[in-house]
């Protein structure tokens, strides 16, 4: 299996930027397809963005499209989300995620991933 941890969080204002990391150990990073969510207080937990083993394909959550860039570096085992013009409707606590499935590219669905890290607060002030 796979351990993440995240980093990078933090408080900032309406329209900063702020850059997640995500630290994996274990097994070979580059086998997992890898997710960003994120989940508000009294919401449940929703997509982001999700990039291929090897950072070909990426997809992104509407609301965060033209905002967010997800990458990842496979020799450094970590995976990043690069959040630019933050909103407030940001706020939320923002978890990494990795998914084993060799079946697809990358995926949007929160149940087909299989390892989660502890999650990182991001919180956007107005």
């Known amino acids: 299996q796979v351990q993440l941890v995240e980093s990078g969080g933090g408080l900032v204002q309406a329209g900063g930027s702020l850059r997640l990391s995500c630290a994996a150990s274990?097994?070979?990073?580059?086998?997992?397809?890898m997710g960003w969510f994120r989940q508000a207080p009294g919401k449940e937990r929703e997509f982001v963005a999700t990039?291929?083993?090897?950072?070909?394909?990426?997809y992104y959550a509407d609301s965060v499209k033209g905002r967010f860039t997800i990458s990842r570096d496979n020799a450094k085992n970590t995976l990043y989300l690069q959040m630019n013009s933050l909103k407030p409707e940001d706020t939320a606590v923002y978890y990494c995620?990795?998914?084993?499935?060799?079946?697809?590219?990358?995926?949007?669905?929160?149940?087909?991933?299989?390892?989660w890290g502890q999650g990182t607060q991001v919180t956007v002030s107005s």
């Open positions: 990039i291929s083993r090897l950072g070909g394909v990426i």
């Open positions: 995620a990795a998914d084993r499935s060799e079946n697809y590219y990358y995926t949007t669905d929160i149940a087909e991933y299989d390892y």
């Open positions: 274990g097994r070979t990073f580059s086998n997992y397809v």
